[in-house]
């Protein structure tokens, strides 16, 4: 039950996102569902793999590189996705803080 909750909170803070950054475009509801699934599933699958085949430039930039990962991240599930779209790798920098920052706002409150 609490993975399902979780989805859907993480599927209303993406339709959050979505509506206040220009430059990502969201055609509903069950496009952010997938949206949340797909990210899930790359940050279980995926990211881990890109986080260590970049560790050295990782450890070099002090963490900030992760940022790039994560833009990349949403880059794919934009290509992956239909119904979601980021214009660009910038909006897609600045669509994965703001969505960390929404994130940590609503668990802060439940």
Do not use: R
């Amino acid at each position: 039950m609490n993975i399902l909750i979780n989805w859907l909170v993480m599927a209303f803070a993406i339709m959050f996102t979505a509506y206040i950054l220009p430059g990502v475009t969201l055609s509903g509801f069950g496009a952010a569902l997938l949206v949340a699934l797909v990210l899930g599933l790359l940050n279980v699958l995926i990211k881990p793999l890109l986080l260590i085949l970049t560790l050295p430039i990782n450890i070099l930039t002090l963490g900030l590189f992760t940022f790039v990962i994560n833009a990349l991240v949403i880059m794919m599930v934009s290509a992956l996705v239909p119904g979601f779209k980021v214009e660009g790798f910038w909006v897609a920098m600045i669509f994965s803080i703001v969505l960390s920052i929404v994130l940590y706002l609503i668990n802060s409150i439940k």
